[in-house]
């Protein structure tokens, strides 16, 4: 019973995590990254852009792997293993969602927070 009310955690935060549910994005991930990204805008506006697109591909790729483990521990009463294959499937997925980031950042829709003062 413990193991699987982990698996439902852990679940439940991946998904939050993860690029499954059209709020997460706008309310967590883009937040998280920005976030993220910040103290290196500070040292230099040029790793604002990458060190964003960095958390936000981290937060997407954390919640695949959450969401993953926790779906497993719920369904199954031992271990199982991340596979290799899993791992590259949630990678693409995340470099997709991650392009979009990028598309908002290159058309001016998310800046460095202090370029809204200038």
Known sequence: MKHRIKGG???IIGYMLSPLSWWNDLVINIPLAYAFAFPFGLISRNLFLPMMIFGYWITNVVGFILMHHGAKDIVSKEKVKYTRKELIKDI???????????????????KFPLEYFE
């Open 9 to 11: 955690i852990l679940a």
């Open 92 to 110: 693409i997925i995340s470099i997709i969602y991650t392009l979009l980031v990028v598309v908002f950042v290159r058309m001016g829709w998310l």
